[in-house]
């Protein structure tokens, strides 16, 4: 079954510092890739659309300036988390969704981020 | 806006009984509506999607209805198992825009042996 590939699973960084997380579809090709985080015992809450070579779609009140996205190839997207804040500590997860427009999504297997 | 609410108390069920979760939605029409099982500190794993014009869709021991009338999706997983233990979350399309998802947050089921 299709594979997405997310990385580092975890990390743990001084406030101030960026952070990047690294998404890959590893056998079949994502022409869209979406972002999310999560918080404890809360859902997946949408964070913004990465199409392959065009500029992100972020979801209403997510700051652009902060969770920087780049989706250069149809197998890779990255969201940097810029000058991360211990409110920024929270689950990361993407998924990739292939041609079909009700494609199930293929979710990564998450990054914990904690930012001290 | 768009509301999607699932059982908010963790679910407790003995092993062998049926674990029957629900999914409602509000001012909203879906074009299908999916179910994702996830595990701690693990990704959503794609268990299931039902289309708009489908009542009930099966796969294993694992039963979805779909009633757009009342707005709500029932998850059924028949003569459940231990390894059943995990949050099951509902996801709703947004149509024509590409497949973006938004989910549900997630009922936690428990299988006691």
């Known amino acids: 079954g299709a594979v997405v590939s997310q990385h580092p699973s975890r990390v743990i960084c001084k406030s101030g510092t960026s952070v990047k997380i690294e998404c890959r579809s590893l056998?079949?090709?994502?022409?869209?890739m979406f972002w999310y985080r999560q918080f404890p015992k809360q859902s997946l809450m949408l964070m913004a659309t990465?199409?392959?070579?065009?500029?992100?779609?972020?979801e209403q009140g997510v700051e652009k300036d902060k969770f920087l996205i780049n989706h250069a190839s149809l197998t890779l997207s990255t969201l940097t988390v810029a000058s991360a804040h211990p409110e920024d500590s929270s689950f990361y997860i993407c998924?990739?969704?292939?041609?079909?427009?009700?494609?199930?999504?293929?979710f990564g297997n998450g990054t914990r981020l904690t930012v001290t | 806006s768009q509301k999607i609410e699932q059982n908010s108390e963790a679910l407790n069920i003995q092993e062998g009984k049926t674990a029957t979760l629900t999914c409602n939605y509000t001012?909203?029409?879906?074009?299908?509506l999916q179910w994702y099982r996830q595990d701690p500190g693990r990704g959503p794993v794609f268990l299931l999607l039902?289309?708009?014009?489908?009542k009930e869709k099966r796969k294993e021991r694992l039963k979805v209805t779909f009633d757009t009338t009342l707005k709500q999706s029932l998850f059924h997983i028949t003569a459940s198992q231990p390894a059943d233990s995990a949050t099951y979350l509902c996801a709703l399309d947004f149509r024509n825009q590409g497949g973006k998802l938004i989910f549900g947050q997630g009922t936690e089921l428990s299988v006691k042996p």
């Open positions: 001012n909203y029409s879906p074009a299908y």
């Open positions: 990465s199409n392959e070579g065009s500029k992100a779609t972020y």
């Open positions: 998924s990739a969704s292939g041609s079909s427009y009700n494609s199930p999504l293929h």
């Open positions: 039902i289309r708009e014009n489908e």
């Open positions: 056998d079949f090709q994502a022409t869209t």
